[in-house]
């Protein structure tokens, strides 16, 4: 992994933080305990043996790599220090210390591709694009227009079919229009709903409701 050496400002130190494994300027660099040479944090992961002393690892623990630790004390704060240009020069003309590298690519760079924030997106855009990718991504949270609830855009048609608050229209064509919650009391005094006795021509003067009989 790391950064490419052409990425940095010419540095008397500049070589010393190359990574063992990579060749290129170690990211987030580490120290293999066993003989203390510098490797990315990345490159740390699955070996298993020493690229310069060929220590294997013995242990068999849980990491399945050998054991290192951060780069710090002075040989940090010099590393910290080195003048980096922006991942994305020439068309970004940022250039700082490292450590200000991941701020700068987080937080300003227009041309560094970020995630989009909406859950289930999985597409990146640079910053100028993102801004108006999550206004129309159809995976935005917005809120129901009956319910205010807040809602995937995509459900948004699973949500009105059980959504209490919706409108919806008396199923006995009263011309009656009410939420999909008051639907069940409206329907047991619907008069449109409620039809006569089937016995009424013998002399019966109940009628009889979707949900049941009442008396005239």
Not at 41 to 48: L, M
Request: aromatic fraction near 10%; glycine fraction near 4%.
């Amino acid at each position: 992994m790391g950064y490419p050496i052409t990425q940095f400002v010419d540095n008397p130190y500049l070589l010393v933080y190359t990574c063992f494994q990579c060749n290129n300027i170690a990211e987030s660099p580490s120290l293999l305990e066993c003989c203390e040479i510098l490797v990315c944090d990345r490159c740390c992961i699955g070996i298993r043996r020493c690229p310069k002393c060929y220590k294997f690892d013995v242990d068999y623990d849980d990491d399945d790599y050998l054991d290192s630790k951060p780069l710090s004390g002075p040989s940090r704060k010099i590393y910290d220090m080195l003048i980096i240009k922006c991942s994305h020069s020439p068309s970004c003309s940022w250039i700082d210390s490292l450590s200000k590298l991941d701020s700068h690519l987080s937080n300003e760079c227009n041309f560094h591709p970020l995630p989009c924030p909406n859950w289930r997106c999985n597409k990146k855009f640079v910053r100028t694009e993102l801004e108006i990718h999550v206004k129309e991504c159809e995976h935005r949270s917005c809120p129901c227009t009956h319910c205010k609830e807040n809602i995937p855009f995509l459900e948004a048609g699973d949500h009105y079919a059980v959504c209490s608050s919706f409108p919806v229209c008396c199923p006995s064509e009263c011309c009656s229009i009410m939420p999909r919650s008051s639907l069940e009391k409206h329907r047991r005094y619907c008069l449109s709903g409620i039809v006569q006795c089937p016995w009424s021509c013998f002399g019966c003067f109940f009628f009889q409701a979707e949900d049941g009989i009442r008396d005239a």
